[in-house]
């Protein structure tokens, strides 16, 4: 093994928060989100953890291929449905739902011979103002829908939340209102809730509630952790030390010479940089664990390494494990001090990092 950064995926963590998500949404059935290769946890290895779910959320067309290609069975539901009149075949084929956003969408299944009958969700922009129908417009969307003997009969209704992580925010409920006058009369199966109104918006949850970060032990709230919603992190990204040197007080340390040692003190350098996914925004005092204790980063993040301050751990050795993220260090902390969120930090790894799970 050429590299040592490491990503282990906690199947055991997924499996536990998928329950805990079942928990909060009572009633309604959950969605299990695993759009951007599930997170970056890996699609195929989410989808086999959570073979029980009763449907997953996918972007793509080659995100819902690849799932059936696994041997998955469970319902699935490509997010942004058919991008071109071409999919519509496949979508059929495979037994995909297929969220219908647009005028076009509508059209190109106007103009499809009849098939096995398309199931389809109908999109409604309460607010977030990306894809879906005005709300002026749904009713008419919905009857050309059912007019069609290539739709399944039951069009399900959803919506997205724009902020839904702001539980004092007007325009969440402002939505959920705009949701409730659009679809009078077309449908008891609706589905709004994400992960953070499932936690902050009950009233939200409806039929199907949509669960993507809170899967993973990402926090959705700014400000908290997953830990501290009761998620535990499905990811840890960890690596080893490479080096250990003596440093000089007011020596420089890495690139563009940004940090200077306060006193004479030891340097580990560790085998992982944003050729890795690592931020390269991290900035000196980004925390990270070594042999399972605080240490800090020092210097600028450089394409394969980054330094580390040792003063304290005197015991450290070349090979000791160093803990980037994940169980003992939330995300949400890294991502903080690098000027990002979590998501971006567990979907940026790239093809040099080792995963690996495990069922704890």
Excluded at 136 to 161: P, Q, S, Y
Excluded at 169 to 183: E, G, K, M, R, S
Excluded at 319 to 330: A, F, K, Q, S
């Amino acid at each position: 093994m050429s590299r040592t950064a490491k990503a282990t995926i906690h199947l055991g963590a997924l499996r536990k928060n998928y329950a805990r998500a079942c928990e909060l949404a009572g009633a309604a059935a959950v969605m299990a989100v695993v759009k951007a290769d599930a997170y970056g946890h890996g699609l195929e290895r989410v989808a086999r953890a959570l073979a029980d779910a009763p449907a997953f959320g996918v972007a793509a067309l080659g995100d819902g291929q690849r799932l059936r290609a696994a041997g998955s069975k469970a319902r699935i539901v490509v997010l942004s449905g058919p991008d071109e009149p071409g999919d519509i075949a496949e979508f059929r084929r495979l037994l995909l739902d297929a969220v219908i956003h647009h005028d076009s969408q509508i059209r190109w299944l106007e103009n499809q011979p009849g098939g096995r009958p398309l199931r389809v969700w109908l999109k409604v922009d309460t607010g977030m103002h990306r894809l879906g129908f005005a709300p002026a417009d749904v009713g008419g969307a919905h009857a050309r829908l059912r007019k069609l003997d290539g739709v399944d009969a039951e069009i399900l209704l959803m919506t997205h939340f724009a902020a839904s992580d702001e539980f004092d925010n007007p325009l969440t409920p402002a939505q959920i209102a705009c949701f409730a006058d659009a679809t009078v009369g077309l449908g008891s199966t609706r589905s709004l809730a994400n992960s953070a109104a499932l936690i902050g918006f009950p009233q939200a949850r409806a039929q199907w509630v949509r669960v993507g970060g809170l899967l993973y032990g990402l926090s959705v709230i700014a400000g908290r952790s997953g830990a501290s919603l009761g998620f535990e992190p499905a990811m840890t990204l960890s690596t080893k030390l490479i080096s250990i040197k003596n440093i000089r007080e007011g020596e420089h340390v890495g690139y563009a010479a940004t940090w200077r040692s306060p006193e004479d003190m030891r340097l580990g350098v560790a085998a992982i940089g944003y050729g890795d996914g690592y931020p390269r925004s991290a900035p000196s005092g980004t925390p990270v664990l070594v042999n399972g204790r605080r240490a800090a980063i020092v210097g600028r993040v450089s394409m394969d390494l980054v330094t580390i301050d040792l003063r304290g751990h005197d015991d450290a050795e070349v090979g000791d494990e160093v803990v980037l993220w994940g169980r003992g260090l939330p995300v949400e902390e890294i991502a903080a001090c690098a000027g990002t969120i979590a998501y971006d930090l567990t979907c940026g790894m790239t093809k040099r990092v080792l995963f690996t799970e495990d069922e704890v």
